[in-house]
């Protein structure tokens, strides 16, 4: 196990906190920590692409960033929607 | 080790800190837009890591995904911080 896969490992166990910080937080609010976590999850598949040498998890992590994206901004566009009024 | 081994090591140190300190500042802060702000902080830790791929990787594929991946990190951030922050303060408004 080298380096990029101990990173990986740190980056993979904040995960944690921010998931549990997601759950406990109320509706419009939670999504920071989602996105906190979607930058999280994008780092740690580029450090095992290139800890492993294996080129798909980089491809993962380009995929992953502009689908964390077009999530984010949907939900937060529904938020806005149909806020109460 | 190489001098290029060491330059990697150390940006994916930095790296890998600065969003450790994201997750921190996320998790500790008490208000949303507190939280937004370290949340928006995160670039730093893309970019180091990135460099540690092109350093040590060279001119390849994984170092244009790399460099991909952050660019469209780096543009989108800001529009999502901007976005949330939006959202969360009209969310506020209509509750009071």
């Known amino acids: 196990m080298n380096g990029w896969l101990w990173g990986a490992t740190v980056l993979v166990a904040a995960f944690v906190p921010l998931a549990v910080l997601c759950a406990r937080l109320p509706a419009p609010e939670g999504i920071v920590a989602v996105e906190a976590a979607g930058v999280d999850a994008v780092l740690a598949l580029l450090l095992i692409a290139q800890g492993t040498n294996r080129q798909p998890f980089g491809d993962l992590a380009l995929v992953l960033a502009v689908v964390s994206f077009i999530g984010a901004i949907a939900y937060l566009r529904f938020v806005e929607a149909f806020r109460e009024e | ?96």
């Open chain 2, 1 to 96: 080790m190489s001098v290029r081994d060491v330059v990697a090591w150390v940006l994916v140190g930095v790296g890998v800190g600065a969003q450790v300190f994201v997750c921190l500042g996320v998790l500790l802060m008490r208000d949303a837009l507190d939280r937004l702000h370290y949340a928006g902080a995160s670039t730093l830790g893309v970019v180091c890591v990135c460099a540690a791929v092109i350093v040590a990787a060279g001119p390849s594929l994984i170092g244009l995904k790399a460099i991909l991946t952050t660019a469209f990190l780096a543009v989108s951030g800001p529009v999502l911080t901007h976005a949330t922050a939006r959202a969360i303060h009209l969310h506020r408004a209509a509750r009071e």
